[in-house]
């Protein structure tokens, strides 16, 4: 492992993997589909309401994540590659009130068919402070305690 030095320190990135007890067909569509999507996407408590999802590589995500509180905070992106069911790569990056955009990210999905197990590896790069990543790590994980049991127990029913 290389040694990090002050530049790489400054690019942080978040790494999460998990696995899957459910087809790894089945954890692409929960990715790529907008009704799928609608049923995990976001923190525990969270609302998600797909506004557009054009899947190709040059073609533009977007959604609102509605807190508790009913705050709306959105998130769009372009796809930039679409490998189905094995690779999903896509910028990502906050909508603000004033009409700016957060500084954008690339998040890297990867999904390996393992028998009755998908192994997903997501990898999104390069945050503007490791404020943000830990931020995004925290909703992240819970995005992903959900997507479990969408695709584990709400889509096949075990």
Known sequence: MPIPTPEYQQRPELLIERSFAAPRDAVFKA?????????????KDFVARGDQLDLRPGGIHRACLIAPNGDEHWVSGTYI??????????????ERANGQRSPETVVTLEFTDMGDVTH?????????????????????????????????HDVFGS
Do not use: N
């Open 31 to 43: 990715w790529t589909d907008p009704e799928c999507m609608a049923q995990w996407a976001g923190p």
């Open 120 to 152: 997903m590896r997501f990898h999104q790069a390069f945050f503007d402070s490791f404020e943000s990543r830990d931020g995004h790590e925290g909703g992240w994980s819970e995005s992903f305690d959900r997507l479990q049991r969408f695709v584990e």
């Open 81 to 94: 590659e679409i490998e189905p069911p094995r690779r999903l790569v896509f910028t990502h990056a906050w």
